[in-house]
């Protein structure tokens, strides 16, 4: 089955750039989506089909994907920002979620 | 709005079951595949089923599969998950999700019902 690999964590400093990755063999013929979850709350759509942001997803938040690794950048990074990001891909009639990065801003 | 409300959740004992339901609203249910997703305590989320508009085609994970049933009822706005045959590694809070498109992105996601199953 397919498999998608993010890092634990990432940690960032207020107004840097914050990237996470998810690996997947050859995850770049695959459209990758991702989520933010806060604590206590259901996870919200931040990116899909690669790099498309839903309404109300601030510009700072940005996707790309190509060979085995989709990254999701946050430019100028806020305290709100802080929150486990998941992407998530489509295998063979399944839908996979990586395990989850827990981004921290110092 | 555009809205998901699950219910049904609550405590289980091993090998017993329970049906969940998510009620949509804000928009056309019957033209949406739905999911739907669970996250057990302090973990990832794991996709668990999903199904076709008109519930002609259903697919589930490996773990689940002739354990859960998804169906729909477009006429109710309803999507529900029948489990049986319930295991402790079933505990989780149960998310329904609205697919943008087939096979596409969650993008619309109900406050999720939490399943313990425990003696």
């Known amino acids: 089955s397919y498999e998608v690999t993010q890092p634990p964590s990432v940690s960032v400093s207020p107004g840097q750039t914050a990237s996470i990755t998810c690996s997947g063999d050859k995850l770049g013929d695959r459209f990758a989506s991702w989520y933010q979850q806060k604590p206590g709350q259901s996870p919200v759509l931040v990116i899909y089909?690669?790099?498309k942001r839903p309404s109300g997803i601030p510009e700072r938040i940005s996707g790309s994907n190509s060979g085995n690794t989709a990254t999701l950048t946050i430019s100028g990074t806020q305290a709100m920002d802080e929150a486990d990001y998941y992407c998530?891909?489509?295998?063979?009639?399944?839908?996979?979620f990586g395990g989850g990065t827990k981004l921290t801003v110092l | 709005e555009v809205q998901l409300v699950e219910s049904g959740g609550g405590l289980v004992q091993p090998g017993g079951s329970l049906r969940l339901s998510c009620t949509a609203s804000g928009f056309t249910f019957s033209t949406y595949w739905m999911s739907w997703v669970r996250q057990a305590p302090g973990k990832g989320l794991e996709w668990v089923a999903n199904i076709k508009l008109d519930g002609s085609e259903k697919y589930y994970v490996d773990s689940v599969k002739g354990r859960f049933t998804i169906s729909r009822d477009n006429a109710r706005n309803s999507l529900y998950l029948q489990m049986n045959s319930l295991r402790a590694e079933d505990t989780a809070v149960y998310y329904c999700?609205?697919?943008?498109?087939?096979?596409?992105?969650?993008?619309?996601w109900g406050q999720g019902t939490m399943v313990t199953v425990s003696s």
């Open positions: 998530q891909a489509w295998g063979s009639g399944a839908a996979v």
């Open positions: 089909q690669d790099s």
């Open positions: 999700a609205r697919e943008m498109s087939p096979r596409g992105a969650f993008d619309i």
